[in-house]
């Protein structure tokens, strides 16, 4: 079973910045387009950033699309999420999760994950 351990959550104020990290324990895992979700309170999770590590193609949501970067680092078996120029908007758990050979369209990055195993999150709150 693929664990994953999401980290590097706070509290920061508006305009700040966070870098989240997400380690996979599987190392084969890593072949696989991985993505960044988040869950604010009352709503859906929903797709945030999505890494394509065959074509290096990386996508974004439009709410986030300038401020955030993923990216990845193949000797550390990591995921990260740099967020800067950060919104109240953001405020979420933020989580990590395989999605497939390629990344699937933003809006269709929940698909096929309703059974999925979710790490613990991290969380991130942003104060105007």
């Known amino acids: 079973q693929v664990q994953v351990e999401e980290s590097g959550g706070g509290v920061v104020q508006e305009g700040g910045s966070l870098r989240l990290s997400c380690t996979f324990s599987?190392?084969?895992?890593?072949?696989?387009?991985m993505g960044w979700f988040r869950q604010a309170p009352g709503k859906e999770r929903e797709g945030v950033s999505c890494?394509?590590?065959?074509?290096?193609?990386?996508y974004y949501a439009d709410s986030v699309k300038g401020r955030f970067t993923i990216s990845r680092d193949n000797d550390k078996n990591t995921l990260y999420l740099q967020m800067d120029n950060m919104k109240p908007e953001d405020t979420a758990m933020y989580y990590c999760?395989?999605?497939?050979?390629?990344?699937?369209?933003?809006?269709?990055?929940?698909?096929?994950?309703?059974?999925?195993?979710w790490g613990q999150g991290t969380q991130v709150t942003v104060s105007s």
């Open positions: 999760a395989p999605v497939g050979v390629l990344c699937p369209r933003i809006s269709n990055m929940m698909r096929g994950l309703s059974g999925h195993n």
């Open positions: 599987v190392v084969s895992m890593f072949d696989r387009a």
């Open positions: 890494l394509t590590p065959s074509t290096g193609n990386t």
